[in-house]
């Protein structure tokens, strides 16, 4: 509980830090949505590559706009990663182990959008993510390159506050409508990162 009142904690520093730079006092709200691959490594011992897996992200803050160029803000949002089975590769096929994972993350990050040149948009967003990940795994074992049935099974679950940070660029369809493609960071042990495209949409 500690950990996501901190989250939460930061969210409101970002919202007020960002106010304080804006010029103008009014403000518009936005939700978001985006979709893309997520790639993470795996904490097991027995596995040799990283974890892919399709996510969604979903966010909602609030931006101000100092000047026509500059839009400044904070946003809350949320990544569902896709729960995926896995064989990572090993010599002998008795050595073969299979795992699932699972993993949710929730930020809060101040933003940042620089409008430059043909309509397009350079944006980046620094904050703070809480990552839960569960998996589970099994290993099966050989002898003498055959079978004998036994298995190893390793199975957890842990939650972190880690550093993230994203960079992007995007384009307003409309005036309430904003397309965009970004690339986000977690500075963790399990080095996390997504790539994703999606939309805005800015009310009022």
Known sequence: MQKFSLLFLIALLNVSS??????????SSFISMQTGVYHYSLPEIYALFGENGATVRMAAGKLWQPNSRLKVGAEVGMHLISGNNGVPFYLFRCQEGRYKTKRYTLDAMSFAELKTFWGLHLFAN??????????SQIKFDECLFFCDGSYTSISGSYGKI????????????????????????????????????????NFG
Request: glycine share 6%.
């Open 126 to 135: 620094a904050g703070a993510s809480y990552s839960h990940s569960t998996y």
């Open 18 to 27: 960002s106010f304080s730079y804006a010029k103008e006092k009014t403000a």
């Open 162 to 201: 880690v550093p993230k940070l994203g960079l992007g660029m995007s384009t307003d369809l409309t005036p309430t409508i904003n397309l965009n493609m970004a690339i986000q960071h977690e500075f963790s042990a399990e080095d996390a990162s997504a790539f994703l495209i999606g939309i805005r949409y």
